[in-house]
């Protein structure tokens, strides 16, 4: 189901730029700038088959994209002149700022070159929890535990789950289970139990694929002196915030700005929200963002800005640079904005 979603999406991407309809859509819909959304960078290999694979994007592609959006008339700035952009309506060259959501290491190892290439300015969304360890790498850690075992069986909060792992396809469809299994069956004040359990049954090390994948405290200060470097907040523990009560999730908004300035030295004044989908973010942590005194907040709503995102500063679109659409033909057909009225409900004003 998955692979047939990614099929019929990248069909009408390629509807779209070889009808011509997508330059054609661009002075209507391609709004002021975008905001795009990066996870991984790296030019290691990786598993056609993983669930994850949308978060993994190359260093060449993310060269020949900002080259691309560049010789397009796009400006790179930073968040912080993005929202200086919307908020005064300054007319111009269409903008783009890049954002990283974790903090994975290879953001600043083979990302970090790329933008320095292109003076290409950066905002890192950081949760400490996974920094420091006390949340889990989850996402990943199940990818490694449906690859470890062909029978994967384990028990929490009293069920007993067992899943096929047995091909590369089958754990395709049980890493995909796992997913859905700890953000809408587990809560959130027991998913990392959850995800010890299925660990241990793997032989899995969850606190290695962190130490591995993450950087490390003293990575985040080096990296965030860097010029083209912004610190963001990505909350305390990474939690799903609508499955929280507003007690929590105020905590989870507000507090990890006083954590990033402690172990950082710089107030963080922007922020993503974790997941990002209509699942997490609604008008409630929309509220609790404002209050907290960010600048900014971003989800991860598929979406171009237009000028009346000057009125929504704390629930920002971004386009996905997503390792499933990694063609530059397809960027530009999502920069176009023709793509955003089709991804919600024919709206071009993207909020929540």
Request: glycine residues 8%.
């Amino acid at each position: 189901m998955i692979d047939a979603t990614e099929a019929v999406r990248k069909f009408a991407l390629n509807v779209a730029r070889l009808s011509g309809l997508a330059p054609l859509a661009r002075p209507l819909l391609g709004g002021s700038g975008a905001i795009l959304m990066l996870h991984r960078v790296t030019a290691a290999p990786g598993n056609p088959h993983s669930v994850n694979r949308h978060l993994r994007v190359t260093p060449r592609f993310l060269d020949g994209l900002i080259q691309d959006m560049k010789s397009s008339g796009y400006d790179f700035v930073s968040m912080d002149e993005a929202c200086e952009r919307l908020k005064g309506g300054r007319r111009g060259n269409r903008f783009a700022a890049i954002t990283a959501d974790d903090g994975y290491r290879d953001n600043q190892l083979e990302a970090l070159p790329v933008l320095e290439k292109h003076r290409a300015p950066i905002t890192v969304y950081i949760a400490p929890g996974l920094i420091d360890g006390h949340v889990d790498l989850w996402w990943e850690v199940i990818e490694r535990a449906v690859a470890a075992r062909p029978l994967l069986e384990f028990t929490t909060g009293g069920e007993t789950m067992a899943l096929d792992c047995s091909t590369p396809a089958r754990q395709a469809a049980a890493a995909f289970r796992l997913q859905e299994f700890l953000t809408i069956e587990v809560p959130e004040e027991t998913q990392r139990d959850a995800v010890r359990a299925i660990a241990a049954a793997a032989g899995v090390d969850p606190a290695a694929t962190s130490r591995e994948l993450l950087m490390d405290w003293g990575d985040l200060r080096r990296f965030s002196q860097h010029p083209l470097v912004t610190m963001g907040a990505h909350t305390l523990d990474h939690h799903l915030l609508r499955r929280l009560t507003e007690e929590r999730a105020r905590e989870e908004i507000a507090a990890c700005a006083g954590v990033l300035e402690a172990r950082l030295g710089l107030r963080p004044r922007h922020m993503a929200f974790p997941y990002g989908d209509p699942r997490a973010v609604g008008c409630r942590e929309v509220r609790l963002a404002r209050e907290a005194g960010y600048a900014s907040a971003v989800t991860t709503r598929h979406g171009v800005l237009q000028p009346s995102h000057a009125g929504h500063m704390h629930a920002l679109p971004r386009l996905s640079v997503n390792g499933r659409y990694q063609r530059i033909g397809h960027m530009r057909t999502m920069l176009s904005g023709l793509t955003t009225p089709l991804a919600n409900g024919g709206k071009t004003l993207v909020t929540v």
